[in-house]
Nanobody
Framework: VQLVESGGGLVQPGGSLRPTCTASGFSIQSYAIGWFRQAPGKQREGVGC???SDSGTVDGRATISRDNAKNTAYLQMHSLKPEDTAVYYC??????????????WGQGTQVTVSS
């Protein structure tokens, strides 16, 4: 059972990036998917959460979506700023309702916003 993030990288300010979160060993269909980030020297913070009942949600400059058939969730980010630089993590909540009870966490993918 694991979550694997990918799709991070280096992007210029104002650019876009879409990290992905692929699950194996379980189906994300009944899970809420949360995205978090942690910048150097800072605490981890939430980016957003997508309940199992929803296919997509928008929170500011970020859109979280899922493809249950591919067992994958996505974090589409646009208008990126240098302060968005962080390691981005996904997590799965078995309540399906973004209750903060995350059973599974990915290893993270680095997003760096720099010119």
């Amino acid at each position: 059972v694991q979550l694997v993030e990918s799709g991070g990288g280096l992007v210029q300010p104002g650019g876009s990036l879409r990290p992905t979160c692929t699950a194996s060993g379980f189906s994300i269909q009944s899970y809420a998917i949360g995205w978090f980030r942690q910048a150097p020297g800072k605490q981890r913070e939430g980016v957003g959460c997508l309940p199992s009942s929803d296919s997509g949600t928008v929170d500011g400059r970020a859109t979280i979506s899922r493809d249950n058939a591919k067992n994958t969730a996505y974090l589409q980010m646009h208008s990126l700023k240098p302060e968005d630089t962080a390691v981005y993590y996904c997590a799965a909540d078995p309540t399906g309702q973004c209750m903060g009870s995350y059973d599974y966490w990915g290893q993270g993918t680095q997003v760096t916003v720099s010119s």
